[in-house]
């Protein structure tokens, strides 16, 4: 189940753009509780968080438009009420894809500054021209981070500085002990994509994961951006896989190679723990290599 919902995803992970109702015709949306008052939907694109109970539900990202309703409907068999707010763990339309209408819909939609600036822009994600999408854009924003007192639990909403790209937020549920990491954390996907166009920065991830696994203990239910759920030792896993990896690259960069010579000597090769899926060895050097020379900007 957990391959196939990995391999399922791919595809929608192409270009992070928006989704036609085609394309969309046969996914299913499977919803898992992980805690009181905390569930997880599985669909297309990225997994999305859900808080709910009598003081409302809050989702943490809303995947593609053409899923919305579908993704109301399993909102409901949970025994919960339409969504009153909804927070983008960062700017990515298998992220925020829904936010149209589910904001035409009474949602308050919530996000990190970079979130609405990126919105509002538009720009380019592997080559893909990304419009500007001015109905989507959030209506409260901020900067290091902001909590909701919800449903008996504190739900912290951190920026821990980005990563995946300028943009990313954390979501902790303190009571129920469950952090949603974003794109910060691809989960049985080997390689993560690291927007470096966006702002991201394989360097600053690394930063980004060990403040999010300081945070939580053994016992903590993981939703990552995209995979099936996960355990702090998950997380510490793919954060050694990817500091390895950063390692060998930067040792070739501080030789002074060229990227072209550094994808040659195959850095990388033999680490990945789950290869040949969406972000290959070159695609991850190439991204290194762009963190380590300082490219991509943030807002």
Known sequence: MHRLLVVASIAALSTAAPANAQDMADVEIRAEQVAPGVAVLFGRGGNIGVSHGEDGT?????????????????????GASPARFVVNTHWHG?????????AE?????????????????????RGNAIA?????????????GMTFHVNGDTVDVIYLGGG??????VVFWREANVLHMGD???????????????????LQLLTSLDLAIAMIDEETAVIPGHGP???RADLVAYRTMLSMGIDRVR????????????????????INLHPNLFSQDDDFVTAVFGSLDGHGHTH
């Open 58 to 78: 809050i989702l943490i990202d809303d995947q593609y438009a053409p899923l919305t309703e579908r993704i109301q409907a399993a909102i409901a068999d949970l």
């Open 105 to 125: 819909d009474g949602a308050t939609i919530v996000a990190h500054d970079n979130v609405r600036i990126r919105l509002a822009e538009g720009g380019e994600i």
């Open 164 to 169: 995946h790209t300028d943009g990313d937020s």
């Open 251 to 270: 040792a070739l960069h501080d030789e002074g190679r060229s990227l072209e010579e550094a994808i040659a000597a195959k850095p990388v090769e033999g």
């Open 229 to 231: 759920m996960a355990t």
């Open 94 to 102: 298998d992220h925020t894809g829904g936010n149209e209408n589910l």
């Open 132 to 144: 500007p999408r001015p109905d989507a854009l959030p209506v409260i924003t901020y900067d290091t």
């Open 184 to 202: 910060l954390f691809f989960h049985e996907f080997g390689w993560p994509f690291i927007d470096v166009d966006s702002g991201g920065n394989a």
